[in-house]
């Protein structure tokens, strides 16, 4: 290489690239400590600061979605990234790809920033913290297997309650790994397990040990949980920003699987409660029933003594006017039998007198019929309209007429009048 820039300059972008590619290839990913001063984000995307000591300073360079610590000026960190170059600058930095407060005071200062930073955003509100269900049949656990703190949720879950479905997920709870397993498990809990509720556990620690539970990667998976989730993270003077994000915080890992079921002596003395609080309701309204069924049958049997004193006499008084009615009924059955005779010999006669007189009036209307007359020999003349002919001046020359004969019909002309 140094024998072809000496044959043929290079370009500028092209020497930029080489030593780029030198860096980050013959020195690889580096560790450096120091002092975070003029901290910004262009963009809202681009993170700058330079990290320095006492004798050098060095220009730092992430995007902001990688920075999942909260930093300030003259806070002490520890970056791990790669020297590089700006291809269009070509100023010396190193490319991060994570922050590490370092220290009691950075951690701490760390803590408050991203607690601040969280609170505004709404993710400790209390209001959008879901409550636990009452007996749960499947446990999420996400710890350390070799933690004291699993044996101990798993020895109080099986005292408490027993038969449960307990699903751990195993993760480490502190180092640079245990952020992004914690944030796996809890995602892996949610759309595989499906529990009734997911605990988050570890025992106590410095602050350094809980860096992982004081991250904004935890942070942000719990909060985007589906499932209720209760952490219990070290001692009870322990305060991470999981616990404040969580549904429910435990005091410490035991508490949480105190937290999560409970307990079934206190379940079972609950239920003995109910039932004797149950019988002994139940007794006091039987006894308040007995008296008002009493005083019921009480009231029944005088109501239906005067209701059958009354019966009885409507029976009497009715006895007596059907007695009454039956007798007036033959009465005038007798007498409607008798008009009923009367009726029939009067119709039998008007019905003879007016079939006479029928029959009268049928022979003289025989007489009158002017088909009889016809049989004798007789016609019957009529015009075209049907207007019988009885004289001469009815018709005119040429007019039509018919002539009935008492056999047929004769049609004819009139040609001359006399």
């Not at 809202?44 to 220009?59: H, M, T």
Request: net charge positive; proline share 3%; with cysteine.
């Amino acid at each position: 290489m140094s024998q072809m820039t000496l044959d043929k300059p290079l370009s500028v972008s092209e020497f930029v690239t080489i030593v780029k590619t030198h860096l980050q290839t013959a020195v690889g990913q580096v560790a450096v400590q120091g002092e975070i001063s003029g901290y910004r984000i262009a963009k809202d995307k681009l993170v700058f600061f330079e990290l320095k000591d006492k004798k050098s300073r060095v220009l730092c360079f992430m995007m902001k979605y990688q920075l999942q610590t909260a930093i300030e000026d003259g806070m002490e960190v520890k970056v791990t990234g790669y020297p590089s170059l700006f291809q269009n600058a070509g100023r010396f930095h190193i490319r991060v790809q994570q922050v590490e407060p370092v220290g009691e005071g950075a951690l701490q200062r760390a803590f408050e920033l991203l607690k601040k930073k969280l609170l505004n955003e709404g993710l400790f509100a209390e209001e959008r913290k879901r409550p636990l269900p009452r007996f749960p049949s499947k446990i999420g656990l996400v710890t350390s297997p070799d933690a004291a703190a699993y044996t101990d949720v798993q020895r109080i879950l099986d005292n408490r309650w027993g038969g449960l479905d307990i699903v751990l997920t195993p993760v480490g709870v502190q180092g640079q790994v245990a952020t992004s397993q914690i944030v796996g498990a809890i995602q892996y809990q949610n759309q595989v397990v499906k529990p009734s509720v997911i605990i988050l556990t570890r025992g106590g620690g410095s602050l350094e040990d809980l860096q992982a539970f004081n991250s904004e990667e935890v942070a942000r998976a719990v909060f985007s949980s589906q499932i209720p989730i209760v952490s219990g993270i070290g001692h009870e003077r322990d305060i991470t920003i999981a616990d404040l994000v969580a549904d429910v915080r435990a005091s410490t890992p035991s508490n949480s699987a105190e937290r999560v079921v409970p307990d079934r002596r206190e379940i079972l003395f609950e239920v003995n409660t109910l039932i004797k609080r149950s019988e002994d309701i139940l007794q006091d309204q039987l006894r308040d029933h007995h008296e008002q069924i009493n005083e019921s049958v009480r009231r029944i049997e005088h109501v239906f003594r005067d209701r059958i004193q009354r019966f009885r006499e409507l029976r009497n008084s009715f006895q007596k006017h059907f007695w009454l009615y039956r007798q007036k009924l033959d009465y005038y059955n007798k007498d409607i039998i008798q008009q009923s005779d009367r009726l029939t010999a009067n119709l039998q006669t008007n019905i003879k007198q007016s079939f006479d007189k029928l029959t009268h009036l049928r022979n003289l209307l025989k007489s009158l019929n002017p088909e009889r007359v016809l049989a004798r020999g007789y016609t019957m003349t009529t015009s075209s309209n049907g207007k019988i002919i009885r004289s001469s001046d009815d018709v005119a020359i040429n007019d039509n007429i018919t002539t009935k004969l008492a056999h047929g019909q004769l049609d004819s002309k009139i040609t001359k009048k006399k």
